[in-house]
């Protein structure tokens, strides 16, 4: 995947003509980054941004990209901004803007603001952002074609200016002395410096730089807070194709469904999915660490290559299995906390199916049967291993609650009951179990 890039008054159009291996896109707004992340880049820039009448993009979008992996620059305008308040997080900030940001000697968003034209007219400037008058007005000075004092005095009131009035002839007016001001004018057609597009520069030699020496996005080293704003942003949980219409793949995979007998069963389990988002139950972190620890798990993708390998070969990136991942966490969510009202529910299930009987019967059976006192690690090995084929959890009581129990105890004293009824029904040892408190 091409390094995407969010650009526009900062760069013109033959700044970015030799970049062929890269995917330019429109200064960035609130839910843009979050899906260049689908795409899984090995690198994103961000070098202009909207805010003004717009939302800006998040911090959260900058610090999730992070942690999918992927190196995140900034530079220039809104780039150099969020790299200033994230380079601690290990967004990589560029140029001489960023560094006044994050030293403190810039503070204010204004200083990069400025008024543009749409993308049609090449985003043409209609004021001067703070940045760029700043670095003229101290060359002028290092020039000599004004002093100090002046410098300083056209800095303060371009300052005082509400950014889209900023403009050159406002400059100059300011100066009152007509023969400084003409020869100031005169040098501005070759002297201006435009600070924004020499930082938007180096920020692409430095992203062209990371993928030709194949470098990567270390393990970031910080906790990404899942919270319920994040959950629940609209454009997180938009479709994944455009319009959300199926490809053709897609609209041919449903068809073996319906020929295979299988589509009404998934889009009743797909219905389930769509009303846990539509209760907005938002897992919190923990929930997705276990519904992804556990996806990975059953799959043996031990590895994030093995992970980004899987989402490849199932038709999705790593954004769709991290959505897929949270409506688990977000429908085991919601089953927790209505565990009690779906008890009726679960019968009926069993009722339509056929099995209530069955079911009535071993658990009357097991009623009869006294618990047996056995050690609890043997327990766990015997039901995990042998009963269900898997490995015994890490964490047993999350497991007890998962299953609708209160806790570990009543766990264990339901394993008890079990076992002394697995036992008491044959002599012969069909379960893994010695007669004993053992494992064979």
């Keep these: 995947m091409k390094p995407v890039v969010f650009c526009g008054p900062s760069l013109r159009a033959d700044d970015i003509a030799s970049y062929d291996g890269f995917e330019f896109r429109p200064p960035v707004r609130q839910g843009d980054l979050y899906a260049a992340t689908r795409d899984g880049p090995r690198a994103i820039g961000v070098i202009d941004g909207y805010f003004d009448g717009q939302p800006a993009v998040l911090h959260k979008e900058i610090l999730w990209a992070l942690t999918q992996g992927i190196a995140v620059f900034g530079a220039s305008s809104m780039g150099a901004l969020r790299a200033a308040e994230l380079h601690s997080f290990g967004m990589r900030g560029v140029g001489r803007i960023f560094e006044a940001f994050r030293d403190g000697e810039l503070t204010d968003d204004d200083e990069v603001a400025l008024i543009h034209g749409p993308p049609e ?3 043409i400037h209609l004021s001067e952002p703070m940045v760029n008058i700043r670095a003229t007005l101290e060359r002028a000075v290092a020039e000599g074609f004004i002093d100090r004092p002046t410098g300083l005095r056209l800095a303060a009131s371009s300052k005082a200016r509400f950014y889209p009035e900023r403009t050159w002839p406002d400059v100059l007016a300011d100066i009152g002395d007509p023969r400084t001001e003409q020869e100031l004018a005169a ?9 924004k597009r020499e930082d938007g520069l180096e920020l692409l030699k430095e992203i062209d730089a990371f993928i030709r020496n194949g470098a990567a996005q270390g393990t970031p080293a910080f906790h990404f807070e899942w919270t319920e704003n994040w959950h629940n942003a609209s454009w ?3 479709a994944a194709q455009p319009g959300g219409k199926a490809t053709a793949e897609q ?3 449903l068809d073996e469904l319906r020929l295979s007998g299988d589509y009404a069963r998934l889009r009743r389990e797909a219905l389930l999915r769509l009303l846990a ?3 907005r139950a938002a897992p919190d972190r923990q929930a997705v660490k276990r519904a992804m620890g556990d996806f990975r798990s059953r799959r043996g993708l031990m590895r994030q290559a093995d992970v980004s390998a899987w989402a490849r070969d199932n038709g999705t990136d790593l954004a769709g299995l991290d959505r897929m991942i949270e409506d688990d966490a977000a429908i085991e969510t919601l089953a927790r906390d209505r565990d009690a009202e779906l008890h009726r529910a679960i019968l009926d299930r069993l009722r ?8 009535r019967d071993k658990a009357l059976a097991r009623q009869r049967s006294p618990s047996l006192s056995v050690p609890r690690a043997l327990l766990a090995a015997w039901f995990f291993e042998k009963r269900l084929a898997r490995e015994v959890p890490r964490d047993i009581d999350d497991y007890a609650i998962s299953i609708g129990l209160p806790g570990i105890d009543s766990f264990y004293d ?7 009824f697995t036992v008491g029904r044959s002599s012969t040892d069909h379960s893994g179990l010695t007669n004993e408190n053992g494992l064979t």
């Design 187 to 195: 040098w501005l057609r070759t002297g201006k410096v435009d600070r």
């Design 352 to 359: 339509e199916q056929g099995l209530y009987p069955g079911y």
């Design 121 to 123: 007219t090449g985003y």
């Design 277 to 279: 988002r539509g209760e």
């Design 251 to 253: 609209d041919a995979i």
């Design 414 to 420: 339901l394993l008890a009951r079990e076992y002394a």
């Design 236 to 238: 997180r949980n938009e």
